[in-house]
């Protein structure tokens, strides 16, 4: 499962995943649409494509792509190196349009959310060893840091990139 940062505004002027089922169907074929609004589709080398946008507001999307054997065959058949850059090329437009980024500010966006994982994880970690080696911490001051703690964890294990501020809180109490 890929998650891709969408422009501000987007999800709700294009109809949230009603919009996007909809936008799907101009790129790959044999749409369908569940109950919860996630399509499914496929086209070319793209045997499967799944997606919605997700309660943070980014584009979730797992494509399962040919491989081995099979793609050594599609590729050889009359049409399968035209298809195969027709698949390329269709997932590239349907993303760029379905996030409202183009590929370098998709790569620069992945980049940014990467920094503040890092980040955050490299905070938790100082604090912790913070607390170990201080001894004159007081009580309030340990339960606010795993408190914090707490809540960039959660953060990190849903996927979500903590914010700034957050990893500030943390390393502010040391």
């Known amino acids: ?11 709700k002027s294009m109809g949230g995943n009603a919009g996007l089922a909809k ?6 074929d044999d749409i369908n649409v569940n109950a919860e609004g996630v399509f499914t589709g496929s086209y070319g ?40 850059m ?10 760029d349009e379905a996030t409202g980024y183009n590929a370098k500010q998709r790569g620069d966006k992945a980049k940014e959310d990467a920094k503040k994982f890092s980040k955050a994880k490299s905070a938790i970690k100082m604090a912790h ?10 009580q309030s001051t340990i339960d606010k840091a795993h408190e914090l703690i707490a809540l960039l964890e959660e ?20």
């Open 129 to 138: 060893k913070s607390m170990e080696l201080m001894k004159n911490l007081d």
């Open 45 to 84: 080398l793209l045997v499967k494509v799944e997606g919605s946008y997700d309660d943070a507001g980014k584009l979730a999307v797992d494509v399962v792509q040919l491989k081995g054997a099979e793609l050594g065959a599609f590729l050889e058949s009359d049409e399968g190196p035209q298809k195969a």
């Open 86 to 95: 027709e698949s390329r090329r269709r997932w590239s437009g349907f993303l």
């Open 155 to 174: 953060k990190v294990a849903s996927g979500n990139p903590p914010s700034e501020t957050q990893v500030k809180k943390l390393n502010d109490l040391f």
């Open 23 to 28: 936008l799907a169907t101009a790129y790959f």
């Open 1 to 11: 499962m890929e998650r891709f940062a969408v422009k501000r505004g987007l999800i």
